[in-house]
C-alpha cells in the first residue's frame, strides 16, 4: 500500500471548516483513498472514501487532486466532538484488505 | 453504517490468566475480521486477519499461540489472551469488512485489557 503523510496536528475554531491534507504521492490507479478518525479511546470510526472523483456525504467531502497525488478532507462545519485523530489510508482495491495505520492528524476543535 | 461491538469494554486480569474478548458484527455478515492492538499515543498495529471457518493470518511478529483466534460464525470472531502478562495491557480492537459495496472495514468500540 501507498504511503501517506499528514500533518502532526491541527487547530480550527468550532463552526469554520478544517481542511486536512494528506499526500500520497505514490498511489497507483487501483487504490482507494480512505479516511477514518478516531476519538479519543474509541475505536476507528469510517468517514468517507474515494479513487478519483471528489465526494460527499453527511459527514465530510472529499477532494482528490487530478493526480490523485493528494488529497484533502473537508469537516464543512467543525464542532467540538470532531476533535479526533484522523487517519488517511490508501488500501488496494483487490483481496488484500489490510489498512496500514500512520500517525494521523490531531484536530483540535477550539470554542 | 455497520455496527460492531465488542465485549468487554475493559478488562482487569491477574497476570498469567487468559481473557476471551468477543467481536459481533450486528447488522451483517463479516468473512473477514481484523484484530489491532493499540499502546497509548500509538497508532493501530494489525495483529492478525480472521477469515470464517478458517485459521486466522497472523501478522510478523505475532505470537499464534498467545493470541488465539476464533471466527466460528459469520458474525462472531473471538480474541483469547492466553497467559496474559503486564506487557499484554493495551486497547484490542476489531474490525469487520462488509461484504457490501467499497468493503468498507468498521470498526468495534475496543476492549482495554490491564494486567497486573
Known amino acids: 500500500d501507498a504511503k501517506t503523510t499528514q500533518p502532526t496536528s491541527m487547530d480550527c475554531a468550532e463552526g469554520r471548516a478544517a481542511n486536512l491534507p494528506c499526500n500520497h504521492s505514490?498511489?497507483?490507479?487501483?487504490?482507494?483513498v480512505y479516511w477514518y478518525r478516531q476519538i479519543h479511546s474509541q475505536g476507528p470510526q469510517y468517514i468517507i472514501h474515494?479513487?478519483?472523483?471528489?465526494e460527499t456525504n453527511e459527514m465530510a467531502s472529499l477532494i482528490i487532486t487530478e493526480d490523485r497525488k493528494s488529497s484533502t478532507l473537508i469537516l464543512p462545519h467543525a464542532t467540538l466532538r470532531d476533535t479526533a485523530v484522523y487517519y488517511c489510508?490508501?488500501?488496494?482495491?483487490?483481496?488484500?484488505?489490510?489498512?496500514?495505520w500512520g500517525l494521523g492528524t490531531s484536530l483540535a476543535v477550539n470554542p | 453504517g455497520a455496527v460492531v461491538s465488542q465485549h468487554p469494554s475493559r478488562v482487569i486480569c491477574k497476570s498469567g490468566t487468559s481473557v476471551k474478548i468477543e467481536c459481533r458484527s450486528l447488522?451483517?455478515?463479516?468473512?473477514?475480521m481484523f484484530w489491532y492492538r493499540q499502546f497509548p499515543k500509538k497508532s493501530l498495529m494489525l495483529m492478525a486477519t480472521?477469515?470464517?471457518?478458517?485459521?486466522?493470518?497472523?501478522e510478523q511478529g505475532v505470537e499464534k499461540d498467545k493470541f488465539l483466534i476464533n471466527h466460528a460464525s459469520l458474525t462472531l470472531s473471538t480474541l483469547t489472551v492466553t497467559s496474559a502478562h503486564p506487557e499484554d495491557s493495551s486497547f484490542y480492537i476489531c474490525?469487520?469488512?462488509?461484504?457490501?459495496?467499497?468493503?468498507?472495514?468498521?470498526f468495534g468500540p475496543g476492549t482495554r485489557l490491564l494486567v497486573l
Open positions: 489510508i490508501v488500501r488496494y482495491a483487490g483481496n488484500n484488505r489490510k489498512l496500514i
Open positions: 480472521s477469515n470464517e471457518g478458517s485459521k486466522a493470518t497472523y
Open positions: 447488522d451483517f455478515q463479516a468473512t473477514t
Open positions: 474515494g479513487l478519483k472523483n471528489n
Open positions: 474490525s469487520a469488512l462488509s461484504g457490501r459495496a467499497w468493503e468498507t472495514q468498521y
Open positions: 505514490t498511489i497507483s490507479g487501483n487504490e482507494y
